[in-house]
């Protein structure tokens, strides 16, 4: 049984990996079923997803006796919002999320696993005049999706990284497209922030870039199973079984054909992203390498020491001061899981 005043600090800590507001509001709420469970995803159906919904088409999650529905909310702050309020039982957002969450409302919160260990920003620059590493970044002119959001936070995490005073690098918003490398190549930009989808395009398109995962600066996971502690608590035997299923449908993703992997999802679930199918296989490879950065054992696991320096960059950043970072998240689902 399942039991049931802006400043553009202010706007940078509201943002945090693509959040949509800055403090949980009025928003819609998805009611979970007698028996079954919601899984919330932030924005549309898409391919980085690919665990939880191969966990429903592989059969994973039929054959622990869990029954569970994914839905899609426009943002992350109100996918969280769903969590928490019980509508969901689970998110797939990023670390930061789980960091803004504990820190603006009173309901505990935990990553209950990682699905995607890396995030799903890449930095783009000129080839004959790449941008490789933070320091470069200093006096130069950088292209994001929009001032504020989850690119800028990204940047910053880097830069802090590296010391690298912020204002030392200019911050241009010219949206979030594969056509961003003309404004690259017009000089414009020196670099901008994309996703790993768009980055698949200007490599099969040949572009004169270089690419490179802003995660080997900011290694913050991308991808969580947000949870209420409360919840965890109260349904642990179905979390365990949830956890199991998420990592065997992970490790059936690494072990094969993607483009099985790929047909039977599509076959259930209307996914958004660029029709040609070599781009989609291209793509789940690209998520699937997010999962399994951290070693094959770590599949779905949380990696202590990947999370105290998320909250290290974090809070060095000035995105959110991350308290406690220990109660943030846990591994005992996970070790029971692998036990059973």
Not at 21 to 37: E, I, R, W
Not at 76 to 87: F, H, R, W
Not at 140 to 160: D, F, S, T
Not at 253 to 282: C, H, P, W, Y
């Amino acid at each position: 049984m399942i039991n049931n005043s802006i400043t553009r600090r202010n706007l940078l800590q509201g943002m945090v990996a693509g959040s949509a507001g800055f403090m949980f509001g009025s928003m819609p709420v998805f009611a979970q079923a007698p028996g079954k469970l919601v899984f919330m995803e932030p924005y549309d159906m898409a391919l980085e997803y690919v665990h939880e919904l191969n966990a429903i088409v592989g059969g994973h999650l039929a054959k622990e006796g869990i029954d569970v529905e994914i839905g899609t909310i426009r943002g992350t702050t109100p996918a969280v919002q769903q969590v928490i309020t019980g509508s969901a039982f689970t998110g797939r957002v990023g670390l930061m999320d789980v960091f803004r969450a504990a820190a603006m409302q009173s309901e505990p919160v935990i990553s209950a696993g990682t699905s995607l260990h890396h995030g799903v920003f890449m930095v783009v620059s000129r080839k004959g005049d790449p941008i490789m590493k933070p320091e470069d970044f200093k006096g130069k002119r950088v292209g994001l999706a929009a001032l504020g959001g989850g690119m800028e936070n990204v940047l910053n995490l880097m830069l802090a990284g590296a010391n690298v005073p912020f204002d030392s690098v200019e911050r241009q918003a010219i949206g979030s497209n594969a056509g961003n490398v003309e404004v690259l190549k017009l000089g414009r930009v020196d670099a901008y922030l994309a996703t790993i989808e768009t980055c698949i395009l200007l490599e099969r398109d040949n572009e004169p870039v270089e690419i490179w995962p802003a995660s080997k600066f900011a290694p913050v996971p991308g991808g969580v199973l947000l949870m209420t502690r409360k919840f965890a608590d109260a349904n642990r035997d179905t979390v365990v079984k949830f956890i199991r299923a998420m990592r065997n449908s992970a490790i059936e993703v690494n072990s094969s054909d993607q483009g099985m992997i790929l047909d039977r999802i599509t076959a259930k679930f209307d996914i958004v992203a660029n029709e040609d199918r070599d781009f989609r296989i291209a793509s789940l490879k690209a998520y699937n390498d997010l999962a399994i950065v951290n070693g094959v054992e770590n599949i779905m696991r949380n990696v202590p020491e990947a999370i105290a320096l998320s909250a290290e960059l974090v809070t060095k950043a000035g995105i959110i001061e991350v308290k406690n970072v220990e109660e943030l998240y846990t591994n005992e689902f996970f070790d029971e899981a692998v036990k059973g």
